[in-house]
């Protein structure tokens, strides 16, 4: 049933985008002095989970390593890598300049002066997640080195300004933007069924049924992709000949269960004592939560990055938030939102 799983995995980057056109010239557009040497403008991409923010950042700089021999790219997840020297290594470590380099005792500033020294090939580099970095100083740190250019995504611009000094700010505020909004489910048709047709086998699955993907995933392709692998691999496991309606039914649930998992296993350790808080404790609000994490840590984060993590949260569907911003309280999604591909 499956003829190429690398099709619907979540980080697979197709050789065609389906409706982002607009945004793909856009980010060329900023990309392209790099291409002859010149310094490029940063981009800030930004929109909602599951617009396509990552895949269309990972296509337009494959894109221009293509075109270009002395061009190269580096992805660093800054969820994963939160604080400034681990991403600092991350760029490092893709261009070959870590071998002397010790996690423990080698300082920040040095991994900075490394980087200005570097001297190989022009590089885009990705900051994904670039709202969770700990230290945005970073940020700074890469703004001043023409040798590098910089795409910073992020779910909302406001999240990712509210948390730099303002020499960065400005900056930020000046380069090029690039937004998207959640896909229709039209759109969501398009892209599932380009990956069906790559990924499946024929007539393993109906039109019909790629539609209630695309109307249960509300807007959210990662979701939507997710449900599609996630029946494919039943199926194929059951030795089903198609995808049946109730495997469908399973996956959207299983789907969803996962990549609440995947989010709440990505969380840094400060951000998952406050997910506790709220989950042993909700429905609270932001000083009342800020209070339990400040018993509980010996460093705590202030409250304005506290209410950082908590929107994050929201933004990921792991915390629903109740009320303005004056007496809001923020719960623990129980369960994933109701929709249904039935």
């Known amino acids: 049933m499956i003829r190429d799983a690398r099709v619907l995995r979540a980080g697979f980057v197709p050789r065609e985008v389906e409706h982002r056109e607009a945004e793909v010239n856009h980010l060329s557009s900023v990309l392209e002095p790099i291409t002859n040497g010149?310094?490029?403008?940063?981009?800030?991409?930004?929109?909602p989970s599951g617009t396509g923010k990552t895949c269309i950042s990972k296509f337009v700089t494959e894109?221009?390593?293509?075109?270009?021999?002395?061009?190269?790219?580096?992805?660093?997840?800054?969820?994963?890598?939160?604080?400034?020297?681990?991403?600092?290594?991350?760029?490092?470590d893709a261009?070959?300049?870590?071998?002397?380099?010790?996690?423990?005792?080698?300082?920040?500033?040095?991994?900075?002066?490394?980087?200005?020294?570097?001297?190989?090939?022009?590089?885009?580099?990705?900051?994904?997640?670039?709202?969770?970095?700990?230290?945005?100083?970073?940020?700074?740190?890469?703004?001043?080195?023409?040798?590098?250019?910089?795409?910073c995504i992020a779910n909302k611009e406001e999240e990712l300004f509210s948390r730099v000094d303002d020499r960065l700010v400005s900056r930020l505020r000046s380069s090029e933007h690039v937004r998207m909004d959640k896909y229709h489910d039209e759109q969501l048709y398009d892209i599932l069924s380009a990956r069906a047709k790559w990924g499946l086998d024929e007539d393993v699955i109906t039109d019909d049924q790629l539609y209630r993907i695309a109307d249960a995933a509300a807007g959210d392709a990662r979701l939507a992709i997710g449900i599609l692998r996630t029946a494919a691999g039943k199926a194929d496991r059951e030795n089903h000949e198609r995808i049946t309606d109730d495997i469908l039914l399973d996956a959207a649930e299983d789907?969803?269960?996962?990549?609440?998992?995947?989010?709440?296993?990505?969380?840094?350790?400060h951000q998952r004592i406050v997910y506790d808080i709220v989950r042993e404790h909700g429905p609270l609000g932001p000083g009342e939560i800020h209070d339990h994490y400040t018993d509980e840590v010996d460093d705590p984060r202030t409250k304005r990055t506290v209410r950082s993590y908590l929107s994050k949260m929201a933004q990921y569907n792991l915390l629903e938030a109740e009320g303005t911003s004056r007496d809001r309280e923020y719960a623990i999604i129980e369960s994933p939102p109701a929709a249904t591909t039935t």
Do not use: M
């Open 38 to 47: 010149e310094p490029a403008d940063t981009a800030i991409v930004t929109g």
């Open 63 to 92: 894109r221009l390593r293509e075109e270009v021999l002395d061009v190269e790219t580096t992805y660093v997840n800054c969820w994963r890598n939160y604080t400034r020297f681990r991403t600092l290594y991350q760029i490092l």
């Open 95 to 151: 261009l070959g300049a870590t071998i002397d380099i010790h996690r423990q005792s080698t300082p920040h500033d040095e991994l900075v002066d490394r980087l200005q020294q570097h001297d190989g090939p022009r590089t885009v580099i990705i900051l994904d997640e670039v709202d969770q970095l700990e230290d945005p100083s970073v940020i700074y740190d890469l703004h001043s080195l023409p040798q590098f250019a910089i795409i």
């Open 255 to 269: 789907a969803r269960a996962q990549i609440k998992q995947k989010s709440i296993d990505s969380l840094t350790p």
